[in-house]
């Protein structure tokens, strides 16, 4: 089992540009996550979806647009990269209910220049 | 008042020592109460999770809750260089997790 897969693990942007990153799980989760890592900031949900074709904004949800069109997919957009979307990127999944423990991927790294 | 409060370090113990980390709340919402391990340059991976108050033990790690004061905390015994990494609380409540800034933690040899 791969978990949740992330991809890519780096990439290197300029002001304006956009790109997808996406997360992939194989452990047939209902609940998927966007998070953003900053320094001092901690770990800050950006959006998330709780099932195919359902998304939710989060804490940091400007900037950021999301689509779950496959269970197993859940991909994050930046429509026009800004040097404070600079950070860390993690997708997590989790199963129904109120437990609700989160699996991460190994995280994005990106860099708005 | 943010919902979580965590002590960010870092935190520097000799190998062998016992720590405690800990973590407040205030959402008296809160269910699931969870301790990931973020080693640098990694995904966050789950510890251990406790529901409502009392202790949990694995191995070398306890998780302790008292709902009352609303407060966790985990401890580590025998502590190795190789639990040198950031710690972060987490509380569930309905479909979303609430995070801790996390602890750094550094065990010297």
């Known amino acids: 089992n791969a978990g949740v897969t992330q991809t890519p693990k780096f990439r290197v942007l300029k002001t304006g540009q956009s790109m997808t990153l996406l997360c992939a799980q194989d452990?047939?989760?209902?609940?998927m996550y966007w998070y953003r890592q900053d320094p001092g900031m901690g770990l800050r949900l950006i959006h998330y979806?709780?099932?195919?074709?359902?998304?939710a904004k989060g804490e940091v949800p400007d900037g950021y647009n999301v689509s779950r069109l496959k269970k197993q997919n859940f991909l994050l957009g930046l429509e026009s990269a800004a040097p404070s979307q600079t950070s860390v990127y993690f997708c997590a999944s989790s199963e129904v209910g109120a437990k609700n423990i989160q699996y991460f991927g190994a995280g994005t790294r990106l860099s708005v220049l | 008042q943010k919902e979580v409060e965590q002590d960010p370090g870092p935190l520097s113990v000799p190998e062998g020592a016992i720590v405690s980390l800990n973590c407040t709340y205030s959402n008296s919402a809160f269910q699931y109460f969870m301790w990931y391990r973020q080693y640098s340059r990694k995904g966050p991976e789950l510890l251990m999770y406790?529901?409502?108050?009392g202790n949990k033990e694995d191995g070398r790690f306890t998780a302790q809750v008292d709902k009352s004061s609303k407060y966790i905390s985990l401890f580590i015994r025998d502590s190795q260089p190789s639990d040198s990494a950031t710690y972060l609380c987490?509380?569930?409540?309905?479909?979303?997790?609430?995070f801790g800034k996390g602890t750094m933690l550094l065990v010297s040899p």
């Open positions: 979806s709780v099932g195919e074709g359902t998304t």
């Open positions: 987490a509380m569930s409540a309905r479909s979303t997790l609430t």
């Open positions: 406790t529901y409502s108050s």
């Open positions: 452990m047939n989760h209902e609940y």
